[in-house]
């Protein structure tokens, strides 16, 4: 059974800095590339980044110098470390891991930027 379970989501003021986690078990994670999403309540589904099996990171446009998404294989998981906070980061985020042609997600994990 496969299951991507992530954690650190929350509270932050304006500025401030959170740490997400997403732990992967059921499948070969070294064959994954792995990604962060967010959907804001009214919005789409949007990319935030990715990383490749190799470790090759791609960002949006909008969270570039302000997250950085790393992987530990030791460790299935995959972090988004998220600083400089703004308002318009609220959402909730979504880990994904694919390996085409398949895609699993994870529930999802709330981030309330606020003051």
């Known amino acids: 059974q496969v299951q991507l379970v992530e954690s650190g989501g929350g509270l932050v003021q304006p500025g401030g800095s959170l740490r997400l986690s997403c732990e992967a078990s059921?499948?070969?994670?070294?064959?994954?590339?792995m990604g962060w999403y967010r959907q804001a309540p009214g919005k789409q589904r949007e990319l935030v980044a990715t990383?490749?099996?190799?470790?090759?990171?791609n960002y949006a446009d909008s969270v570039k110098g302000r997250f950085t998404i790393s992987r530990d294989s030791a460790k299935n998981t995959v972090y988004l470390q998220m600083n400089s906070l703004k308002p318009e980061d609220t959402a909730v985020y979504y880990c994904?891991?694919?390996?085409?042609?398949?895609?699993?997600w994870g529930q999802g994990t709330q981030v309330t930027v606020s003051n």
């Open positions: 994904k891991a694919h390996a085409a042609p398949i895609d699993y």
């Open positions: 059921g499948i070969i994670f070294l064959i994954y590339a």
């Open positions: 990383i490749t099996n190799g470790g090759i990171p």
